[in-house]
């Protein structure tokens, strides 16, 4: 089944510990990207990458880090959380971009406390 | 207002009965595309619609986009309980990134049986 697949589905940690959120697509597509998704806010994008090695800042990438080191994988690296990452975060994936419609992972609740 | 403005921000219909949902956006765009999102899940792609396109259809869904405007219109017919979810237009501005769709913040569509 063609999907992307993210983990932890939910996660509480402490401000300043490291964690990651993985990513992985099964569909060969090019082109990831990472969102979160707040009240009021509606979907924002926090980094995105066109293919492997290549990633490029959205709209909030501060607090955030990437890497695109194989095609199927794309982690989002949260180097010392803060409470105002609390959010739930999505991952996405296309053919080459824009010009496809999105499929988009189950998403991760995070709590920062 | 941001670029993808969902109108109305909440729906209640019955079901059976049609459901129209609009979507303004203020620049120029290469496509459109319209997602569902079931509480709290992942969006999934509904449809998508190019710039030189006026009408789209996909089952029960139409989609229609009028350039001069600036507006697009998602309408589901016969709706179901099933189909209660937010629904999310997403803009690909022409000229700018190929690599960011932009979303709006949503209709919530409740379908009461």
């Known amino acids: 089944e063609a999907q992307v697949t993210q983990n932890p589905r939910y996660l509480i940690t402490v401000t300043g510990k490291k964690l990651t959120v993985t990513c992985s697509q099964n569909?060969?597509?090019?082109?990831m990207s990472w969102y979160r998704q707040d009240p009021g806010l509606g979907l924002r994008q926090i980094y995105y990458s066109m293919n492997v090695e290549v990633t490029d800042k959205g709209d909030v990438p501060e607090g955030y880090k990437v890497s695109r080191k194989e095609k199927r994988n794309f982690p989002l690296i949260l180097e010392s959380p803060s409470p105002n990452q609390t959010s739930l975060y999505f991952c996405?994936?296309?053919?080459?971009?824009?010009?496809?419609?999105?499929?988009f992972g189950s998403g991760t609740r995070l709590t920062v406390v | 207002s941001q670029q993808g403005e969902e109108d109305p921000q909440a729906l209640s219909i019955q079901e059976g009965e049609n459901a129209t949902m609009n979507c303004s956006y203020k620049t120029s765009i290469n496509n459109l595309q319209w997602y569902r999102q079931n509480s709290g899940r992942g969006l999934v792609h509904l449809i998508l619609?190019?710039?030189?396109?006026r009408e789209k259809h996909s089952g029960r869904l139409r989609v229609t986009l009028d350039t001069s405007k600036k507006s697009s219109s998602l309408l589901i017919t016969a709706s179901r309980a099933a189909d209660t979810a937010s629904y999310f237009c997403a803009t690909d501005i022409s000229g700018g990134s190929n690599y960011k769709l932009t979303f709006g913040k949503g209709t919530l569509l409740t379908v009461n049986p």
């Open positions: 569909m060969n597509h090019e082109y």
């Open positions: 619609i190019r710039s030189n396109e």
């Open positions: 996405a994936s296309s053919y080459t971009g824009t010009g496809y419609g999105y499929t």
